[in-house]
């Protein structure tokens, strides 16, 4: 006898459309049971947030009568026409943003810090990302699947520019469907990745302007997002170890997040 075969309404002959499941707390690992039309529950044991990874997590926030569902829907398919393996539309309260992450990139000390304005130390950190996100509704995330042996390769760069140039390309597309002040982030360096050629950031070393401003964006990691919370919520799997993806391949990859805020 199946689990549906006990989930039957006593007062109906019929199977419940709802079934509960067994959910690891991302900070605790403890087993909490969420219901398969919950979005979340708090872990009993430690209070964290927990996700249903099987949810449907788009933004719900978003008032269909007056296009901004659609206007996000259009956003999400760019992503993939751009070259995202998986976009998703959320709300802006659903990102977590933790202190201790951001140090990460201060001890032990990241190669990049201080390279490029848009790393530690010139940027506002997790305190300024709270301000931040207070001027937001909705948001995009979008991940990049990467195959492991690429991920371990001088290839990676080029995923990580890609990474940049589509949450740039949705960040511009944004402005033009009428939101004033869209916000991007990728991840890596932008310095590494876009000026590794050169010896110095230029607006740090001259107060010049940027050599890329079309497709360099901040690094989340500065700014303490919980890329695997980002993930949870855009209902996407991210063991921490790295193992299969559900792709269709079913080769190993990891996977590069990037994100944009939206008013």
């Known amino acids: 006898m199946g ?8 007062g109906l002959e019929r199977t419940l459309s709802v079934i509960p499941e067994i959910c690891p707390c991302p900070d605790c690992g403890n087993d909490v049971e969420i219901w398969s039309d919950e979005k979340k529950r708090t872990c009993p044991n430690c209070n964290a947030v927990v996700q249903n990874p099987h949810f449907q997590f788009d933004d719900t926030s978003a008032d269909p009568d007056d296009g901004t569902y659609q206007k996000l829907e259009e956003l999400t398919q760019l992503a993939y026409q751009l070259g995202a393996s998986g976009a998703r539309n959320i709300s802006a309260k659903d990102i977590f943003v933790e202190d ?6 201060e001890s032990p000390r990241c190669e990049n810090y201080g390279q490029s304005l848009s790393c530690p130390p010139h940027v506002s950190g997790p305190s300024g990302f709270r301000e931040l996100l207070k001027n937001f509704e909705h ?10 042996e690429i991920m371990l390769s001088y290839e990676c760069r080029d995923f990580m520019k890609l990474l940049h140039e589509i949450v740039a390309g949705l960040e511009q ?8 002040d869209p916000k991007a982030f990728a991840g890596g360096s932008c310095k590494k990745l876009f000026c590794g050629d050169h010896a110095e950031c230029r607006v740090l070393a001259e107060k010049g302007e940027c050599r890329n401003p079309r497709y360099a964006r901040p690094s989340m990691s500065g700014f303490g997002v919980n ?7 855009a209902g996407w799997k991210m063991n921490k170890v790295i193992g299969k993806t559900d792709s269709a391949s079913g080769e190993e990859t990891a996977p590069f997040c990037g ?5």
């Not at 201790?100 to 990139?105: E, P, Q, T, V």
């Open 139 to 148: 948001a995009i995330v979008i991940k990049i699947d990467v195959p492991m």
């Open 100 to 105: 201790n992450l951001a140090s990460l990139c």
């Open 259 to 263: 994100l944009v805020l939206i008013g």
């Open 3 to 10: 689990i549906n075969d006990h989930l039957k309404c006593p």
């Open 173 to 180: 597309s944004a402005v033009k469907m009428g939101w004033p």
């Open 227 to 233: 890329v695997s919370r980002l993930m949870q919520v």
